[in-house]
């Protein structure tokens, strides 16, 4: 596992260029796919150099990504490992130009992520986590090993774009607010102690969260679902996430600071 991680970094800022490359272009080649999500001409770039580099450094090891059709349960429940990817998360802030978008590998082994890497490409910033190896930070300053923030005041991690009290009618406590897009890389500033919780609340797939969960987890937090179960992997029909919690710090009294109950009712 540990092998894969440079090779992993190393493909997910190819990718980030390629992303880069079309950013400024003035014809992004914005489609709508059949589930009303947008995709463009760089999340098909991203996907082509994620997959043709996995491709080459693993053979053997399937691929599922957001970009590429996914195969019935019949056909992919006896993977013992596979790359789970999201060429491009944050498809609409890369459309607003905000650039908080993100490439996203994660390497799942008996329906668990165990690797995960991040890419900003905006940003040059590399978020990386192996099982029991610690999650790490790559940036222009250097490679340093993160952790999440002692419990001390309570910052939430929101969208730029969701009204906040979709999400703060959830919470029984007061909190500061700090705004990002993309899934990844508000678990990504959790991870480094930035923020302390973000909450999603709406459709996201396996691959929004694969590479999340193990730099979340080995940094010293967790995600599970609105119930504070386990998200699953590779284990039903459907490949979409329930609403899901990313937490920081384990001394944070999560469950009476969440109520789970009233999450569980879409407005």
């Known amino acids: 596992m540990q092998e894969f ?28 796919k059949s589930d009303d999500t947008p995709v463009t001409k760089a999340d098909i770039a991203a996907n082509d150099v994620l997959v043709k580099g996995l491709r080459e450094l693993a053979p053997d090891i399937p691929i599922m990504s957001e970009e590429t059709p996914i195969p019935a349960l019949a056909d992919r429940q006896h993977w013992q490992r596979y790359w789970l990817l999201d060429p491009m998360d944050g498809t609409g802030e890369f459309i607003l ?7 996203n590998i994660a390497l799942v082994e008996d329906n668990h992520p165990v690797l995960g890497v991040i890419h900003w490409p905006a940003k040059n910033i590399t978020y990386y986590a192996s099982y029991k190896h610690g999650a790490f930070k790559k940036s222009e300053q250097g490679t340093q090993q993160i952790s999440v923030a002692q419990p001390a005041g309570l910052t939430l991690a929101v969208s730029r774009r969701q009204k906040l009290e979709a999400v703060s009618q959830y919470l029984n406590t007061s909190f500061d607010t700090i705004a990002l897009g993309s899934c990844s890389l508000k678990a990504c500033i959790i991870a480094e102690g930035k923020a302390d919780c973000f909450m999603r609340i709406g459709p996201t797939g396996e691959w929004d969260t694969g590479a999340s969960q193990i730099i979340v987890e080995e940094a010293g937090g967790c995600i599970t679902d609105a119930e504070f179960n386990p998200l699953t992997y590779n284990q039903r029909e459907s490949t979409e996430n329930p609403d899901f919690i990313v937490m920081g710090h384990p001394d944070w009294e999560w469950q009476k600071m969440i109520n789970p109950h009233q999450r569980s009712h879409h407005d």
Do not use: N
């Open 5 to 32: 991680l440079q090779p992993c970094i190393e493909l997910a800022e190819q990718a980030g260029m390629a992303i880069m490359a079309i950013y400024k272009q003035p014809d992004i080649g914005r489609q709508v």
């Open 97 to 103: 130009q905000s650039g908080d978008f993100a490439v």
